[in-house]
């Protein structure tokens, strides 16, 4: 059977890209969040993972207002990243895994998920920067996307988001394969773009947050949605994704790195490795 080794969480924002493209990286106000990568990129050269299941919240690219799915499997082949009117290079195709992407489908279906099956599907900066942020010189695993919609009201709850990722994780382990799993979560943390709280930023809460996913991975699901938006911000409810991989994760797990820093383009910016144990 498959194994999931971690997981790994990261924020998304589109400045990343901008950064990475025009060679920021040891530039005094980008340095402190490209180093804090460092360590995990040893990481993964010594557990090598064969596959990245990857939750995200899609932007507009794939889906838009008039049609927004709760959540939504890759089943493709390969997932093209495309222009999302950022100014961002193209990324490269991301290589598909059909067959765990129809054995997480089927499973989360019996399940009881309602999930929309994506057989064609565009990737846009929530999941393409990540991957680039994990393997800058060229993203070597296969890979699954899982769009969770934190963009349109109403949202999936914390405790459902939970419940989705404890079932990935399910499914993952179930699979037929000898391949290494990472599942991996972005978004968040905390901010907020729009609106009177525009640039608002919760520094003891995302570190809260943070721990819990070490020691108690289901601390977050005793807040309502309207409840996350207030502690974290309306874009900070992106924290769903890293919860719903720490359900996937699942049991116990050793925090091999942690990075947080603020601001980086008006966002909290955080990442996690965990390992699991």
């Not at 090598?48 to 089943?75: Q, R, S």
């Not at 680039?132 to 769009?147: D, Y």
Request: glycine letters at 8%; one cysteine or more.
């Amino acid at each position: 059977m498959a194994r999931i080794i971690g997981g790994l969480t990261s924020s998304h924002v589109p400045a990343i890209g901008g950064a990475i493209a025009k060679g920021l990286q040891q530039q005094p106000y980008w340095k402190p969040f490209f180093d804090g990568f460092l360590p995990v990129h040893r990481w993964l050269d010594e557990v090598k993972p064969d596959v990245a299941v990857v939750f995200y919240n899609d932007h507009g690219l794939n889906f838009f207002l008039d049609k927004m799915p709760t959540f939504a499997v890759g089943a493709a082949a390969e997932y093209r990243n495309a222009d999302e009117g950022w100014g961002l290079p193209t990324l490269p195709p991301f290589r598909g895994e059909p067959d765990l992407s129809w054995h997480l489908i089927e499973h989360l279906v019996e399940q009881e998920f309602d999930i929309t099956t994506c057989q064609e599907m565009l990737v846009d900066h929530a999941f393409a920067l990540p991957l680039k942020l994990f393997w800058p010189e060229g993203v070597p695993v296969a890979t699954v996307p899982i769009a969770i919609n934190t963009v349109q009201f109403p949202l999936p709850s914390a405790r459902r988001c939970f419940a989705l990722g404890k079932a990935v994780g399910d499914a993952i382990r179930s699979w037929d394969s000898d391949q290494r799993v990472v599942v991996i979560g972005t978004g968040g943390l905390s901010h907020q773009l729009d609106g009177q709280r525009a640039g608002f930023i919760n520094k003891p809460f995302d570190q809260a947050f943070m721990r819990s996913l070490v020691d108690d991975p289901e601390w977050a699901t005793r807040f309502s949605i309207h409840e996350l938006v207030e502690k974290a911000g309306t874009q900070g409810v992106e924290l769903l994704m890293w919860l719903a991989t720490r359900a996937a994760v699942g049991g116990r797990v050793r925090q091999v790195h942690a990075n947080y820093h603020i601001p980086i383009s008006n966002t909290a910016a955080g990442m996690m490795a965990l390992e699991a144990l």
